[in-house]
């Protein structure tokens, strides 16, 4: 084998000629590749969770036109309270919002 893939790949050369400058690195080249595929396999699960949650929420705002959102919030805060991953960026959400009830002006009731 040549010696450059020695160089970058000096595992290859455990079997024929096992010493200390073939061993050790060898083997934290084995367990860097072990933690990039670990690491991997957690990004690909948090992006299909994330997703997931997104996909979540379009189907939950589908439902609702933006003229009638305001008249369904409870039914809403409901739907997106129960998602766990959610339900803490919606509870920081709706502690900021300034809720205002308008009651029908009735003019004979205040005379």
């Known amino acids: 084998m040549s010696t450059w893939i020695n160089t970058?790949?000096?595992f290859y050369g455990i079997f024929e000629n096992p010493s200390f400058s073939t061993v050790f690195p060898s083997i934290w080249?084995?367990?860097i590749i072990l933690l990039a595929?670990?690491?991997g396999i957690k990004f690909w699960e948090?992006?299909?969770?994330?997703?997931?949650n997104i996909q979540y929420l379009i189907e939950v705002f589908r439902k609702y036109q933006p003229e009638t959102l305001t008249d369904n919030f409870e039914t809403l805060n409901?739907?997106?309270s129960q998602n766990a991953f959610i339900?803490?960026?919606w509870s920081e959400f709706t502690e900021t919002l300034i809720r205002?009830?308008?009651?029908?002006?009735n003019v004979e009731e205040q005379r």
């Open 29 to 31: 080249i084995g367990i």
């Open 37 to 39: 595929v670990v690491a």
């Open 78 to 80: 409901e739907q997106l």
């Open 100 to 105: 205002i009830t308008i009651f029908p002006l």
């Open 87 to 89: 339900k803490h960026f």
């Open 46 to 52: 948090s992006k299909r969770n994330c997703q997931k």
């Open 8 to 10: 970058l790949l000096p």
